[in-house]
């Protein structure tokens, strides 16, 4: 991370005594470490985070994995720089003498703020980037679904198809399509989320709040949550979403009155 | 417990003299009050407004409870009295010669105000840790175990104001009271009867928020938020409402006091630029309270003018919002993360460079991160907005500004990692304390970045993950630094040593416990689980169960804590009067404290952090009233 | 920390220099306006949010309106010739050490409880006109009115106080004279802030 100003640093005050050159010990350790922590984020992200159903969870997923990744030298430099000081430089019982006083170097500290800034200004752009990429989608074959939350279920319409699924009810997407939702609420504030295919969206009254255009890729069955505290049955206010083949979706939308 | 009262030659006071006032006789007046209240208010309101008949019952306890303790006394003799208060009377009301009874009066001595605040936050975080581990009890299995959805509700809000408003306090009440004017060389706070108001505003609001239990609970969650609050029909709402803008009263005097107080009291030589670092901390965080506070305290009055007066802030049919509520909230709800994180944070570089025996590495660096947090955190509360819909055109600035934090984050880690690094590092139980917070420091604060980010936001908003990351950054990190401070200052303020194996004990146990409960809930949350949820959902039932059985070893800490306390309090041995070897001054005074701290105000020569230089010659002190000469080998 | 013990002219008292008590004063009394000021913000924050978003298109309810302009305009000026009394008092007191014409002061609080019956007679009167469940608009009217009243009887006590202690001849605290000006600052902040509030309430 900053090794040559961690080298400076140390460089002015190393004692003369015979010791142990710590700080190459330490950072030989971080560096292993961390290679070793990021390849193990690497091989097991896939099975810690749910599959992706669509083109949107994918991202989100890449996402959380590369975040993951670039935190792991991060974490791994606090920790072991903090367990190496506690156990090397540890001393039995109260100290009865001072150490020596470390002198701040400005090129340590204007390197340290360099190096977060640009890890920090890496993750606002890329953060920008997907956000713009996922929010200027557009497209002209978009389904468009209206939810409509109340306590504590969820009213889907179809307004393209005319038709409108009410109560506990299975609702179908099409594969392959893009989808939209326009979320509101009747009452309190819920928030409607489908994990798998990465959408989420606070239902207001009143208001009209519209999610990302996503694209469901993988035919399945998912999860709709409300995922805003709104009041006694809140953690009961579920319901399935299935990603269906384009023939069973219009076959569904007609059962639902609509037409396809 | 710190002075034994040697009341024999003087006149022994009579029990109706002792009483009145004191809490008792306050407690007895504060129900005549809410009976009265109750019943006027009952007789003007036609159609039985139940919530209008509670909320004025709360104001008579309120307000007579304070006519009972005598608070308002010194605002009758301000206005009224023949002559200002003498000396004897001063010393009287600062709890002079009344031994343990001065703990249960409106005593203004600083020092008992300090060890008040410290035994509420004490019970306030156990009462909420036994709310914490009813939800791990509900949660452990799929389906209502144990309670139906409106206790559960219930019990997650009220987990979640207890430990919130403990956490509010848990550094500026305690340490910030009883500490910091020692630090600073003061002999009591700048107004030492409102000291004592904000405290026993604090203590006349726990019967108000623990009655919410018998008015059917509230429904919301810590958040309260409208127009689910308003919606909701049993009147516990209401003691929440009265809670929070009672708390944001007695947090705003409480800030208003500490600021005056480092403003006007500093002794001789205590420049700006000597000020201890933990003094910086507290005043950053009470000052960010300060202008925080207020919005929140609107925002429940509006809540209550919309369940009692039937106004429409809040219901979008009538042309209110509910991203008013949000804004509102979160205009307090961020900052007052930092409320919690700055004075934690300063206790750890404080700790830190007493148990390194080194100085703070790079001082002025790490004062200079503090107040850029301070600053910052005051614009970032939209990032709680992301999915809200109010305001996706902010989305971008809100990030950035989110992500600014950071990097005043990262010198923080670096101010602390820069002071063990070569130190003699002694390690105690508070120094196992601030190691513990750093790790955790790291993952809630990396987490934080995760909910930051927009693209990961949009799965993880509003799900487990969010409610892992804040426990790792107020308990994992903020928590723990308040046990650091627990342990550094108690052999100052009790005069007595906790025992370390315990201490040990109690932090191996709470940091496997905690961090084995909510990395499972990480998982959880990586899954999809939503927040608050009553009723687990099979996906999630196996984190979940780990979470509920690593939760056993958190509650095992809670009560090896107690029972040291009190094995402590009854058979403790004696602590010296300097018992790590800190340089601050609330070492140089004699253990227990006398009443006014110091027999001559001491004039201070340096940083309290000259750890490794020779001691500055006694006849050096003239330099002392110069301004901030800082140390000569600190940041050339 | 290294420190070393001396007398100074302060210790043996154990009385706060007069500096100190001055400087305690004034930090004080403007923290405390620093924070009811973030209040009055929110305030304003409030009905200008729920203006613009115009929720529903039901943030004014038909023939919602303010509450009257000429009984406010009259408060208005109320206030103003209580501050104007209470800025003579302050000044002659500061002129004659501790001892200022109190009929200036009676002036002041006499249109301070003016100001407060009257505002309290505004706001529940806005009962009159406007009907259950109230709009946002008559919501936000409604907090200006009471939140207004009960700064002005905030200060109304505070006045009252300090007649007191004008007539028990305390104005000046152990022979320092800072009592008129820091309490100025509320009292002035008071009206400032009301004057502010109900021109609020007629742009809204």
């Given amino acids: 991370m900053s090794e040559t100003n961690i080298d400076g640093n140390t460089g002015g005050v190393s004692p003369a005594r015979k010791e142990p050159n710590h700080l190459r010990r330490a950072i030989i350790l971080w560096v292993v470490l961390s290679v070793i922590g990021m390849v193990i984020v690497v091989i097991i992200s896939p099975f810690v985070l749910p599959p992706g159903a669509s083109d949107l969870g994918n991202t989100d997923n890449s996402s959380l994995t590369l975040l993951t990744v670039l935190a792991v030298p991060v974490s791994m430099f606090?920790?072991?720089?903090?367990?190496?000081?506690?156990?090397?430089?540890?001393?039995?019982?109260?100290?009865?003498?001072?150490?020596?006083?470390?002198?701040?170097?400005?090129?340590?500290?204007?390197?340290?703020?360099?190096?977060?800034?640009?890890?920090?200004?890496?993750?606002?752009i890329y953060g920008l980037f997907a956000f713009y990429q996922e929010s200027s989608a557009a497209s002209t074959n978009t389904l468009i679904v209206k939810v409509t939350a109340q306590q504590w279920q969820w009213t889907f319409e179809y307004p393209q198809s005319g038709a409108t699924s009410r109560g506990s009810q299975v609702i179908e997407l099409p594969v392959n399509r893009p989808v939209q939702f326009y979320v509101t609420s009747d009452d309190v504030l819920h928030g409607f989320a489908i994990r798998a295919l990465g959408v989420r969206a606070d239902a207001n009254p009143g208001e009209v709040t519209n999610t990302a255009i996503v694209t469901p890729t993988v035919i399945g069955s998912y999860a709709v949550q409300c995922v805003e505290l709104c009041g006694l049955f809140h953690s009961y206010m579920w319901e399935q979403v299935k990603v269906v083949s384009v023939a069973d979706f219009n076959f569904w939308i007609t059962s639902q009155g609509g037409r396809p | 417990m710190t002075q034994v009262s040697v009341t024999t030659e003087v006149k022994r006071p009579g029990i109706i003299h002792r009483l009145f006032p004191s809490v008792v006789s306050g407690i007895l007046l504060g129900i005549v009050g809410a009976v009265v209240f109750n019943v006027i208010t009952n007789a003007i309101t036609q159609d039985n407004n139940q919530d209008a008949t509670v909320v004025f019952s709360y104001v008579g306890w309120i307000l007579f409870f304070f006519?009972?303790?005598?608070?308002?006394?010194?605002?009758?003799?301000?206005?009224?009295?023949?002559?200002?208060?003498?000396?004897?009377?001063?010393?009287?009301?600062?709890?002079?010669?009344?031994?343990?009874?001065?703990?249960f009066r409106y005593t203004t001595d600083h020092k008992v105000v300090g060890m008040q605040y410290l035994a509420t936050t004490l019970f306030l975080f156990f009462l909420g840790s036994l709310g914490a581990f009813m939800i791990r009890l509900e949660q452990s299995q799929p389906g209502a175990l144990f309670f139906n959805p409106s206790t559960y509700n219930t019990i997650v809000g009220m987990h979640g104001i207890l430990m919130i408003v403990a956490s509010i306090i848990m550094i500026s009440g305690p340490f910030g009271n009883f500490v910091l004017p020692i630090m600073i060389g003061a002999r009591d706070m700048a107004f030492p009867r409102l000291n004592a108001l904000s405290y026993w505003l604090i203590f006349s609001i726990i019967p108000v928020f623990f009655s919410t239990i018998f008015l059917g609970g509230f429904q919301t969650g810590w958040t309260g938020y409208a127009p689910l609050s308003v919606q909701t029909l049993t009147p516990g709402m209401d003691a929440y409402s009265i809670t929070i803008i009672v708390f944001a009263v007695s947090t705003t005097l409480a800030a208003l006091n500490i600021i005056t107080t480092v403003m006007v009291l500093r002794t001789r030589g205590m420049t700006w630029g000597r000020l201890p670092i933990f003094v910086w901390g507290v005043i950053l965080s009470v000052l960010l309270g300060l202008t925080a506070f207020p919005t929140f305290l609107m925002s429940q009055v509006m809540v209550l003018m919309d369940r009692v007066f039937q106004t429409s802030f809040f219901i979008a049919a009538y042309g209110g919002n509910n991203w008013l509520y949000e804004h509102l909230f979160w205009f307090m709800g961020h900052p007052e993360v930092y409320v919690i994180a700055l004075p934690s944070m300063a206790v750890?570089?404080?700790?830190?460079?007493?148990?390194?025996?080194?100085?703070?590495?790079?001082?002025?660096?790490?004062?200079?991160?503090?107040?850029?947090?301070?600053?910052?955190?005051?614009?970032?509360?939209?990032?709680?907005?992301?999915?809200?819909?109010?305001?996706?055109?902010?989305?971008?600035?809100?990030?950035?500004?989110?992500?600014?934090?950071?990097?005043?984050?990262?010198?923080?880690?670096?101010?602390?990692?820069?002071?063990?690094?070569?130190?003699?590092?002694?390690?105690?139980?508070?120094?196992?304390?601030?190691?513990?917070?750093?790790?955790?420091?790291v993952i809630g604060g990396i987490t934080g970045i995760y909910l930051a980010d927009l693209p990961t936001d949009e799965i993880l908003h509003g799900g487990m993950f969010v409610t892992a990351h804040f426990h790792f950054t107020l308990v994992g990190s903020m928590v723990f630094g308040f046990f650091a401070a627990f342990y550094y200052w108690f052999p100052k303020m009790v005069g007595k040593r906790l025992n370390p194996r315990l201490g040990t004990l109690h932090f191996w146990l709470f940091m496997i416990g905690f961090n084995g409960t909510f990395l499972s809930l990480f998982f959880a949350g990586l899954q999809g689980e939503p927040r608050w949820s009553a009723n687990v959902a099979p996906p999630f039932a196996t984190a979940n169960l780990i979470a509920s059985l690593f939760a056993i070893l958190i509650a095992a800490s809670v009560f090896v804590t107690i029972y040291n306390v009190i094995i402590t309090l009854r058979s403790g041995e004696r602590a010296d009067a300097n018992e790590w070897g800190g340089k601050t001054l609330e070492w140089s005074v004699p253990t227990p404290v006398p009443l006014e701290n110091f027999e001559h105000l001491p004039v201070v020569t340096s940083t309290p952090y000259d750890y490794g230089t020779p001691e500055p010659h006694p006849s050096d002190a003239e330099g002392a009233l110069e301004p901030a000469p800082l140390l000569p080998q600190e940041e050339s | 920390m290294s420190t070393t013990l001396e007398h100074t002219h302060e210790e043996h008292t154990h009385e706060l220099a007069p500096h100190i008590r001055i400087g305690r004063a004034r930090a004080g009394v403007l923290m405390l306006i620093l924070s009811d000021t973030m209040s009055i913000l929110a305030i304003l924050a409030a009905g200008g949010y729920l203006n613009a978003l115009n929720t529903e298109n039901a943030f004014r309810a038909s023939g919602d309106h303010a509450a009257g302009f000429v009984p406010?305009?009259?408060?208005?000026?109320?206030?103003?010739?209580?501050?104007?009394?209470?800025?003579?008092?302050?000044?002659?007191?500061?002129?004659?050490?501790?001892?200022?014409?109190?009929?200036?002061?009676?002036?002041?609080?006499v249109f301070m409880?003016?100001?407060?019956?009257?505002?309290?007679?505004?706001?529940?009167?806005?009962?009159?006109?406007?009907?259950?469940?109230?709009?946002?608009?008559?919501?936000?009217?409604?907090?200006?009115?009471?939140?207004?009243?009960?700064?002005?009887?905030?200060?109304?006590?505070?006045?009252?106080?300090?007649?007191?202690?004008?007539?028990?001849n305390r104005v000046k605290v152990v022979g320092l004279n800072y009592v008129p000006e820091v309490v100025g600052y509320w009292w002035f902040y008071t009206i400032i802030g009301s004057i502010l509030l109900w021109l609020f309430s007629l742009v809204i």
């Fill in chain 1, 78 to 124: 606090v920790f072991v720089f903090l367990l190496y000081s506690l156990f090397v430089f540890r001393v039995k019982d109260k100290p009865t003498e001072d150490a020596v006083p470390l002198k701040p170097r400005p090129s340590l500290q204007i390197g340290w703020m360099a190096i977060t800034g640009v890890l920090c200004l890496f993750l606002v």
């Fill in chain 2, 67 to 103: 006519v009972g303790i005598g608070a308002f006394n010194g605002v009758w003799k301000w206005g009224f009295g023949r002559a200002e208060a003498t000396t004897a009377e001063e010393l009287e009301l600062a709890g002079k010669d009344q031994g343990l009874w001065r703990y």
């Fill in chain 2, 348 to 441: 750890a570089a404080e700790i830190t460079s007493v148990f390194s025996r080194k100085t703070v590495y790079g001082r002025r660096m790490l004062l200079g991160s503090l107040i850029t947090i301070c600053i910052l955190s005051v614009v970032v509360w939209g990032h709680h907005l992301y999915t809200s819909g109010s305001a996706t055109a902010l989305n971008a600035a809100y990030m950035l500004d989110t992500e600014l934090i950071s990097i005043p984050t990262g010198f923080f880690f670096l101010a602390l990692i820069g002071t063990f690094w070569r130190g003699k590092v002694w390690v105690t139980v508070p120094v196992l304390f601030i190691a513990g917070m750093l790790v955790n420091f």
């Fill in chain 3, 72 to 109: 406010g305009l009259l408060l208005a000026i109320a206030l103003v010739v209580s501050g104007l009394g209470y800025y003579l008092w302050a000044r002659t007191t500061r002129k004659n050490g501790g001892n200022g014409l109190p009929l200036f002061f009676i002036l002041s609080l």
């Fill in chain 3, 113 to 168: 409880l003016v100001a407060l019956v009257g505002q309290t007679w505004v706001s529940l009167t806005l009962n009159r006109d406007y009907v259950s469940p109230y709009s946002a608009y008559e919501s936000v009217i409604t907090l200006i009115s009471w939140f207004t009243a009960v700064h002005l009887l905030l200060a109304v006590i505070i006045g009252v106080l300090l007649l007191g202690r004008i007539t028990r």
